[in-house]
């Protein structure tokens, strides 16, 4: 094997809030560009995951951006046009802030497999090589969208769409749309589709509609929860199975309308729609999955870090730390999986993987 192996102390996989600011905290604590720590995304530009986002999705409806450390949300975009989208903001702020700190990022570098020798992570691109003593995994969800699989879906005649595949109402227009989830995604696109298009909402459990707005203290129990069960090894799930959907004006709106009339999981699919238990049937032109993202692992695979649940077991401060290996941080997963919580994250893990490696 010819491949030179560029050595570092620590490689920061992913660019987006989480890896942002754990090269942030790794710079602060004086590692040094280049040689001290890199970081790898595989985008072509700044803005990890929210480059993909929708284009109705704006700053009136996004759940709330946190800030990175150091630098506000405010001081790279106008954040009171509320009409912004999240996909123009979010890589506007992350570029400036990539170089205001001068973050070494190496970028398009799609990292394809880590594997352990003699002591050192060798993390193999698409790209450079790279050698590295620690390393800290800031993949996010997005490249890796779930759709269980019915029976008979080799049958539909019809286009299946996940999430991740949405750009507007406009490819659903006139058309029959199934909306599976019960989750935010699924209710907001739910509420644009059905404005062009016959929708029928499909849910696995009865939508748990709550009239309140979300609040920090919720938003506590539902990190404290997923943070316990990575800590148990188990996979990390949904926060609305803890916060419940909070009725907004757009969520009433839908339920006057009827809009929101569920039904539950259909049982499997016909050549032109879908089949219940009680033998009804809906035809359908697109099933459209509101399922959910998983964390993007994959490349960590010869690390076997996932257990026989399905989860890898953390420790830590904040969890970031994986259990088996302290020389491995996951942040962005579980229980920082949001902007606040990679903040956290990001930060934790730049610590205690210094300690870890005495750097
Ligand atoms: P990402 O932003 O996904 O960044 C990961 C980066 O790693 C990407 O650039 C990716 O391309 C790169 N990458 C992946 N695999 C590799 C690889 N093998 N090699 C190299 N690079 C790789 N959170 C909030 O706090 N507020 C909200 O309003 C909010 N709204 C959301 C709306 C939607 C539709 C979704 C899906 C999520 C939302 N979240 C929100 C959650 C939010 O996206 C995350 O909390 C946060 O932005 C994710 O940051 P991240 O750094 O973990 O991941």
């Known amino acids: ?38 970081v790898l995304d595989d985008e072509f530009g700044a803005g ?3 480059q993909h986002r929708w284009d109705t999705l704006t700053l009136q409806n996004v759940n709330g951006i946190n800030d990175l450390p150091g630098m506000s949300f405010s001081d790279a975009v106008n954040t009171a046009e509320k009409a912004l989208q999240a996909n123009v903001a979010l890589p506007q702020y992350y570029e400036k802030y990539e170089k205001t700190f001068e973050l070494p990022i190496i970028r398009p570098v799609k990292v394809i497999e880590v594997t352990e020798r003699n002591g050192r992570f060798l993390i193999r691109t698409n790209g450079a090589q790279f050698s590295a003593r620690g390393i800290i995994n800031a993949t996010g969800t997005w490249k ?28 659903f227009a006139g058309k029959q749309v199934i909306v599976v989830g019960g989750g935010i995604s699924a209710v907001q696109l739910l509420g644009e589709i059905s404005k062009v298009a016959k929708t ?9 509609f709550r009239n309140y707005e979300f609040n920090p203290e919720l938003g506590r129990e539902a990190v404290a929860m997923v943070d316990q069960r990575v ?6 799930n949904s926060v609305v199975s803890v916060t419940g959907l909070p009725i907004t004006p757009a969520i009433e709106w839908m339920l006057e309308k009827g809009i929101l009339e ?3 999981m259909f049982k499997e699919y016909t050549e032109t729609g879908v089949r219940w238990e009680d033998g009804t049937t809906v035809d359908a032109d697109i099933v459209f999955w509101n399922t959910g993202f998983r964390h993007s692992l994959d490349h960590l695979t010869p690390l076997h870090l996932v257990n026989e649940q399905g989860g890898v077991p953390m420790s830590g401060q904040l969890a970031t730390q994986v259990a088996s290996d302290p020389r491995i941080h996951l942040t962005g997963y579980g229980p920082s999986a949001s902007t606040i919580g990679a903040n956290r994250a990001g930060r934790a893990a730049a610590r205690e993987l210094i300690a870890t490696l005495s750097l």
Do not use: M
Request: charged share 25%; net charge positive; with cysteine.
């Open 231 to 236: 800590r148990e090894g188990l996979p990390p």
């Open 144 to 171: 890796t969208p779930y759709c269980p699989k019915y029976p008979g879906w080799e049958r539909f005649k019809g286009k299946q769409l996940h999430t991740g595949d949405y750009k507007s109402a406009e490819e």
């Open 262 to 264: 569920r039904k539950p």
């Open 1 to 38: 094997n010819l491949s030179v192996f560029y050595k570092v102390d620590i490689v920061v996989i992913g660019a987006g809030q989480a890896g942002l600011s754990a090269a942030y905290y790794l710079k602060k604590a004086g590692l040094t560009s280049g040689k001290g720590f890199v």
């Open 200 to 208: 029928t909402w499909v849910t696995r459990r009865p939508p748990d």
């Open 48 to 50: 990890g995951a929210w």
